[in-house]
């Protein structure tokens, strides 16, 4: 049998707390790591060597099983629909869509006109031509159709480049966003992008604003999150009305809100962060809808607050903390708002007519089964969208009619 490679011991003495240790190994952890995460060149010539006896020593070790492995490596993929897509979102005059092709890695998105032919927005397939490695991390549409913003990690370092398409021309803008996270949100009038940038730690950290056209050198920051344990998100209203920057850490958060058709504005704080205080917003109207555990409610409730005054003296239960239920989303449509929630272990959905306030459930016969609300681009809409599964049902994604009660 071939002989596995030996890592060289070298002293290393560590002291902390007045604790004094050594550890023989601590040079395999190149010093230079986030250039290296950039530009895996620049990793240090021995320890590139050591990683690459290890790979030969694998590739050596595991070599009289390589037909074996392609045995199974065929019958688990027998067993996936290659050819498979998702359930296309419809938005305005168009269907949205994401497939893949027998043979092919990557997604390819798609979209259509109720009578028209499929148009390609963007092949994965074709991007990654030529590179050892490529990921697509987000893919945004416009909202008036004409651009596709998408970013991309080429390198498996995790930090995306951001390129915007032209889906009239084909012609991809030459601006080119660096260092991204991947979280991006359109301006109203498709004119401007939101996105997320990540710092030297790889956590997400600030906000900038890019005009389409212009030089991402001189892209505006809109926030900047100080606070090294928390991280920044990034989204939009389902009203389309706003764009939502949130800052949180595994116990707090603290929401800010840009209107989408000003999209120069300072972002404005809906509420302080306050130590293991969570919310988050959904709008509707001049309203906003918050989950929280505000209040000592441990399984979350949902309370409303005025759009002009958002603060947390304005919150006003609307749905009260109920021990043993706990509130997983909301979603805001035009005429109803949709809670995921979680009784006795099972979820449900629960729908609200924002008319009356009149509600109702999406009754399941199983025992035991799974939910999750889907995303989808409309808001003036009476459906909504979910998935279900159980142990004995595969994955199934339902339009439901929150009018007529019909799936």
């Not at 240090?44 to 790979?55: F, G, H, Q």
């Not at 001049?286 to 000592?296: G, P, S």
């Amino acid at each position: 049998m071939p002989q596995p490679p030996l890592a060289e011991k070298r002293p290393h003495p560590i002291e902390i707390h007045g604790q004094r240790r050594d550890d023989p190994y601590a040079w395999l952890r190149d010093d230079r790591w986030q250039e290296v995460m950039r530009d895996p060149s620049v990793l240090a010539p021995d320890i590139r060597a050591y990683l690459e006896a290890e790979n030969a020593y694998c590739q050596e070790v595991m070599a009289p099983v390589a037909g074996l492995k392609e045995t199974l490596f065929a019958e688990m993929k027998g067993r996936i629909k290659e050819d498979d897509s998702d359930v296309p979102k419809r938005d305005g005059p168009f269907f949205y869509s994401r497939k893949y092709e027998s043979g092919q890695q990557h997604p390819i998105f798609v979209r259509w006109r109720e009578e028209g032919a499929e148009e390609v927005l963007l092949d994965g397939n074709q991007e990654a031509e030529g590179l050892d490695y490529f990921k697509i991390a987000a893919c945004r549409h416009s909202p008036d159709h004409r651009y596709l913003a998408f970013a991309v990690d080429s390198n498996g370092s995790e930090y995306h480049r951001i390129r915007i398409k032209n889906l009239t021309s084909g012609a991809v803008l030459p601006d080119v966003i660096e260092q991204a996270q991947g979280g991006l949100a359109w301006s109203a009038d498709s004119g401007s992008l939101f996105y997320t940038v990540l710092d030297d730690n790889h956590r997400p950290c600030k906000v900038f604003l890019h005009h389409l056209g212009g030089d991402p050198k001189d892209d505006r920051l809109v926030y900047e999150e100080s606070d090294p344990g928390f991280f920044v998100g990034l989204g939009k209203s389902e009203s389309g009305r706003f764009v939502i920057i949130e800052a949180h850490d595994h116990t707090t958060s603290e929401v800010y809100l840009i209107e989408a058709d000003g999209p120069e504005s300072a972002p404005r704080l809906v509420a302080p962060r306050e130590p293991g205080v969570e919310y988050g917003v959904t709008h509707h109207g001049e309203r906003l809808f918050i989950v929280t555990n505000a209040d000592e409610a441990i399984d979350f409730k949902i309370v409303e607050a005025p759009l002009a005054s958002p603060g947390r003296e304005s919150w006003r239960d609307w749905r009260p903390h109920e021990a043993g239920r706990y509130v997983l989303g909301l979603t805001a449509f035009a005429e109803h708002l949709v809670r995921l929630e979680r009784v006795r272990g099972l979820p449900r959905i629960v729908i609200t007519a924002m008319a009356d306030g009149a509600e109702h459930e999406i009754a399941f016969d199983e025992e035991a089964y799974s939910l999750g609300l889907a995303e989808v681009y409309e808001f003036h809409t009476p459906v909504m969208r979910f998935s279900y599964s159980s142990m004995t049902t595969p994955q199934q994604v339902y339009d439901y009619h929150m009018t007529h009660r019909s799936r």
